[in-house]
């Protein structure tokens, strides 16, 4: 879980210096087909804030669990 979080933190640090050398302007297409076309800063934060709500989600099990 250490290495998975560090991982995550590494990613977030390589979006913030990519907003500083504006990725925000170019569009990529998603994986999903040419109908969603994202910024690419979206797309890079996008699989960021997928894992931070599942992190949000195990804190909640572990506490309704009482751990």
Same mark, same amino acid.
Do not use: C, V, Y
């Given at each position: 879980?250490? @290495?998975? %979080? =560090?991982?995550?933190?590494?990613?977030?640090?390589? #979006?913030?210096?990519?907003?500083?050398?504006?990725? @925000?302007? %170019? =569009?990529?297409?998603?994986?999903?087909?040419?109908? #969603?076309?994202?910024?690419?800063?979206?797309?890079?934060?996008?699989?960021?804030?997928?894992?931070?709500?599942?992190?949000?989600?195990?804190?909640?099990?572990?506490?309704?669990?009482?751990?």
């Amino acid at each position: 879980m250490d @290495e998975f %979080e =560090k991982m995550l933190r590494g990613m977030l640090q390589l #979006l913030n210096e990519a907003k500083e050398k504006g990725i @925000e302007g %170019e =569009k990529i297409t998603s994986t999903l087909g040419p109908i #969603l076309r994202f910024k690419a800063g979206d797309a890079f934060a996008f699989p960021i804030a997928h894992q931070e709500r599942h992190w949000l989600q195990i804190e909640r099990t572990l506490k309704e669990l009482g751990q």
